[in-house]
């Protein structure tokens, strides 16, 4: 028994570490220079470490990494608190009152969650082109806002249900209004599926590629996710340089989730993966 | 009757009215107008005849089993074919193997990472180890003497689909996996110690108690993995821009083929395929609903 217990330690952990070998081979890419990686960043007889391509990337002339680390937070940081807020809203509406239609309501919504980014896309694009929104990070943060709103309403429609209603109940004998109950009582008590989402909310607006490639057209207002093709070099794949974006990319995510991974899977679990 | 109620409704409604039910519906009534430059009018189903009959879309000339290119739809469709089944076995072994190892959380968030890592950065790290000469792939290839089919694999129109298609599966497993363990969990231990205490082998345990416990966990993988690989656009677009010659294309990068990318754009076909693409997701999306509302 004890030999068979070590092999399946031996297989799972060598699996997952199979797993994770391309994520190694950009970050080798990322820190060392192109003639040592373009022939292999397996190849370690000669291994230079350097910063260079990521010094390169951040201070890019035309599309620089430190704009767009930029830009995406300035998009990421809204698109995540507006929609919460909103869809708590909402969610607390159809959780404790009732009105004609509402579950007809709250399914047409919940519908809205399967629906792919490209069947909105063209009418939001003339839209803002006519109101003057398109290329800004205003009319991105509205997309984005509205587009997260179904799955968070669902969210927190489930996790509201689960609520004691008899705290509420005896805040209003106490006199307080609808909106008190909600924001003193209701919104604190629900904060850590307030965390799940925002988590989860949060990386998925970062790792948008489609709403930004549509909406944001000028360099100087270019996301994250946007840059990195840009930096792919004209002769030849300069493979250093879209290495170190990479990992600048996916280090805002990565951290979001190694910090609060207990409540990034519950969101995951809990709901559903959006997208 | 309280006016409370809509007060709660109302953002959310504005926000939904404006940028998603509106633009879906639009996008419908889109798909019946000839819209190349300039809205032109109505023009009944011939966006849709139009995309059914392109070779990009939809090739049936080409015999079964024949290399791609064979259009977007019949892509997609492959990409379902092989994706759902691969990653859904691979997230549930790797969840039931993963289980009682020591440090299997950790071993579970280095599965997990492409999950968390931008599609995009997924797109670039597979274009990456699938090249010729910087990648693992065929590094691993040449060891194992394998050398003469070193190339690089998303080039080529007989590779580059079957190459993103088994990256997509590296990427999305995490996720399998993810809702797997959660499932396990929900297995009380007792159960798994009174089979073996009745003799019953690993297998038999795994083939007659574990998979069909799991069975609600194995629909939201099936649903939620079909519903993913339909919408996959980043790594094609990032890899292959859907080539070479077409053969890597998919539903969602023709649509944006065909409103921002060709010229003249033609927003009357991309909103037909943008319209069907949205019919098939909510045909496999129904179910997942179902569940997903308590």
């Given at each position: 028994m004890k030999i068979r217990t070590l092999i399946i330690h031996v297989i799972a952990w060598a699996i997952a570490l199979?797993?994770?070998?391309?994520?190694?081979?950009?970050?080798?890419?990322?820190?060392?220079?192109?003639?040592?990686?373009?022939?292999?960043?397996?190849?370690?007889?000669?291994?230079?470490?350097?910063?260079?391509?990521?010094?390169?990337?951040?201070?890019?002339?035309?599309?620089?990494?430190?704009?767009?680390?930029?830009?995406?937070?300035?998009?990421?940081?809204?698109?995540?608190?507006?929609p919460i807020f909103v869809a708590a809203l909402a969610a607390y509406g159809f959780v404790r009152f009732?009105?004609?239609?509402?579950?007809?309501?709250?399914?047409?919504?919940?519908?809205?969650?399967?629906?792919?980014?490209?069947?909105?896309?063209?009418?939001?694009?003339?839209?803002?082109?006519?109101?003057?929104?398109?290329?800004?990070?205003?009319?991105?943060?509205?997309?984005?806002?509205a587009f997260g709103l179904p799955w968070i309403i669902l969210f927190l429609r489930n996790f509201f249900t689960t609520l004691p209603i008899e705290v509420e109940e005896a805040a209003r004998i106490d006199g307080a209004s609808d909106f008190q109950i909600f924001f003193k009582i209701v919104l604190p008590m629900s904060l850590p599926a307030l965390i799940s989402i925002?988590?989860?909310?949060?990386?998925?607006?970062?790792?948008?590629?489609?709403?930004?490639?549509?909406?944001?057209?000028?360099?100087?207002n270019f996301v994250v996710t946007q840059t990195i093709p840009v930096l792919k070099g004209r002769y030849y794949i300069r493979w250093d340089h879209m290495a170190a974006a990479s990992i600048l990319a996916m280090s805002m995510p990565?951290?979001?989730?190694?910090?609060?991974?207990?409540?990034y899977l519950r969101g995951v679990i809990g709901g559903t993966v959006k997208g | 009757m309280r006016k409370t109620p809509f007060l709660f409704l109302?953002?959310?409604?504005?926000?939904?009215?404006?940028?998603?039910?509106?633009?879906?519906l639009f996008t419908l009534y889109m798909s019946f107008i000839d819209w190349t430059g300039k809205a032109k009018g109505f023009v009944g189903l011939k966006n849709y005849i139009e995309i059914f009959s392109r070779k990009s879309i939809i090739n049936l000339?080409?015999?079964?089993?024949?290399?791609?290119?064979?259009?977007?739809?019949?892509?997609?469709?492959?990409?379902?074919?092989?994706?759902?089944?691969?990653?859904?076995?691979?997230?549930?072994?790797?969840?039931?193997?993963?289980?009682?190892?020591?440090?299997?959380?950790?071993?579970?968030?280095?599965?997990?990472?492409?999950?968390?890592?931008?599609?995009?950065?997924?797109?670039?790290?597979?274009?990456?180890?699938?090249?010729?000469?910087?990648?693992?792939?065929?590094?691993?290839?040449?060891?194992?003497?394998?050398?003469?089919?070193?190339?690089?694999?998303?080039?080529?129109?007989?590779?580059?689909?079957?190459?993103?298609?088994?990256?997509?599966?590296?990427?999305?497993t995490g996720f399998c996996m993810v809702v797997y363990s959660a499932g396990l969990e929900t297995i009380p231990d007792e159960l798994i110690e009174a089979a073996k205490v009745d003799g019953a082998t690993s297998f038999q345990i795994f083939r007659h108690i574990i998979v069909p416990l799991l069975k609600p966990a194995t629909i939201v993988v099936v649903t939620m993995s079909v519903l993913w690989v339909l919408k996959v656009f980043d790594i094609v677009y990032v890899t292959t821009l859907g080539g070479p010659g077409g053969a890597s294309t998919v539903l969602a990068f023709e649509m944006y083929m065909d409103a921002f990318f060709r010229i003249p754009a033609n927003y009357g076909t991309a909103a037909a395929i943008a319209s069907l693409l949205t019919l098939i997701t909510l045909g496999f999306a129904v179910y997942v609903i179902r569940l997903m509302v308590r």
């Amino acid at each position: 028994m004890k030999i068979r217990t070590l092999i399946i330690h031996v297989i799972a952990w060598a699996i997952a570490l199979a797993w994770t070998i391309p994520f190694i081979g950009v970050f080798m890419a990322s820190i060392r220079p192109y003639e040592e990686i373009v022939g292999g960043w397996w190849n370690i007889e000669k291994f230079t470490v350097t910063l260079e391509n990521y010094w390169a990337v951040w201070t890019h002339p035309t599309a620089p990494m430190s704009r767009a680390f930029l830009n995406s937070f300035l998009i990421a940081i809204p698109s995540t608190i507006i929609p919460i807020f909103v869809a708590a809203l909402a969610a607390y509406g159809f959780v404790r009152f009732s009105f004609p239609l509402r579950d007809m309501l709250f399914l047409t919504i919940v519908v809205l969650m399967s629906l792919p980014q490209q069947m909105v896309i063209l009418p939001v694009f003339l839209l803002e082109t006519k109101l003057g929104l398109w290329n800004t990070h205003i009319g991105l943060i509205l997309l984005h806002s509205a587009f997260g709103l179904p799955w968070i309403i669902l969210f927190l429609r489930n996790f509201f249900t689960t609520l004691p209603i008899e705290v509420e109940e005896a805040a209003r004998i106490d006199g307080a209004s609808d909106f008190q109950i909600f924001f003193k009582i209701v919104l604190p008590m629900s904060l850590p599926a307030l965390i799940s989402i925002s988590v989860l909310q949060f990386n998925w607006v970062w790792n948008d590629f489609f709403f930004a490639l549509i909406l944001l057209v000028s360099p100087e207002n270019f996301v994250v996710t946007q840059t990195i093709p840009v930096l792919k070099g004209r002769y030849y794949i300069r493979w250093d340089h879209m290495a170190a974006a990479s990992i600048l990319a996916m280090s805002m995510p990565l951290l979001v989730f190694a910090l609060l991974h207990k409540y990034y899977l519950r969101g995951v679990i809990g709901g559903t993966v959006k997208g | 009757m309280r006016k409370t109620p809509f007060l709660f409704l109302l953002p959310a409604l504005i926000l939904l009215i404006l940028f998603v039910i509106g633009p879906t519906l639009f996008t419908l009534y889109m798909s019946f107008i000839d819209w190349t430059g300039k809205a032109k009018g109505f023009v009944g189903l011939k966006n849709y005849i139009e995309i059914f009959s392109r070779k990009s879309i939809i090739n049936l000339e080409k015999p079964p089993l024949s290399p791609p290119p064979r259009g977007a739809l019949i892509h997609n469709a492959l990409w379902i074919l092989i994706h759902v089944p691969l990653s859904t076995v691979l997230g549930l072994v790797l969840a039931v193997l993963l289980r009682n190892v020591k440090g299997g959380t950790i071993a579970k968030s280095m599965i997990f990472i492409g999950m968390v890592t931008p599609m995009v950065v997924g797109g670039i790290i597979l274009r990456f180890i699938y090249d010729e000469h910087a990648g693992i792939v065929n590094a691993i290839l040449r060891t194992a003497g394998l050398g003469w089919i070193a190339r690089t694999w998303t080039a080529y129109p007989d590779t580059a689909l079957f190459s993103l298609i088994l990256g997509s599966v590296w990427i999305w497993t995490g996720f399998c996996m993810v809702v797997y363990s959660a499932g396990l969990e929900t297995i009380p231990d007792e159960l798994i110690e009174a089979a073996k205490v009745d003799g019953a082998t690993s297998f038999q345990i795994f083939r007659h108690i574990i998979v069909p416990l799991l069975k609600p966990a194995t629909i939201v993988v099936v649903t939620m993995s079909v519903l993913w690989v339909l919408k996959v656009f980043d790594i094609v677009y990032v890899t292959t821009l859907g080539g070479p010659g077409g053969a890597s294309t998919v539903l969602a990068f023709e649509m944006y083929m065909d409103a921002f990318f060709r010229i003249p754009a033609n927003y009357g076909t991309a909103a037909a395929i943008a319209s069907l693409l949205t019919l098939i997701t909510l045909g496999f999306a129904v179910y997942v609903i179902r569940l997903m509302v308590r």
